[in-house]
């Protein structure tokens, strides 16, 4: 019985420590931000660009998603871009008629 329950024990702590080696960190998460703007911002073109917060999807839809606007004071430029995590490549689309909420100070 003791046996029985010290094997329980065991199993429960590796599985936990497993699940938390594949649990993202602050800093993976933080570089992973960096590379979705840095790459939306290259895809759209916009030389005075203001990336909105990233909207993460669920890993089955595997793609983030991003506003690009344009700075420059009297410009609605705004480009959507939707970053594909498998090949870590941007698309953009003109979404001159959406706007996105400005940062919190």
């Known amino acids: 019985m003791r046996a029985a329950i010290c094997m329980g024990l065991a199993a429960l ?3 936990s420590i497993n699940g938390a080696a594949h649990a993202s960190s602050s800093d993976a998460w933080a570089e992973f931000n960096a590379k979705v703007t840095r790459a939306c911002i290259a895809a759209s073109g916009i030389r005075n660009p203001r990336p909105s917060r990233i909207v993460a999807f669920d890993d089955r839809a595997g793609m983030a998603a991003m506003l690009v606007q344009d700075r420059t004071r009297g410009s609605s430029t705004a480009m959507l871009c939707l ?20 940062p919190p100070r």
Do not use: E, M
Not at 83 to 102: I, L
């Open 13 to 15: 702590s590796l599985a």
């Open 83 to 102: 970053y594909n995590k498998k090949t870590k490549k941007a698309y953009v689309g003109d979404a001159d008629a959406w706007s996105a909420p400005p």
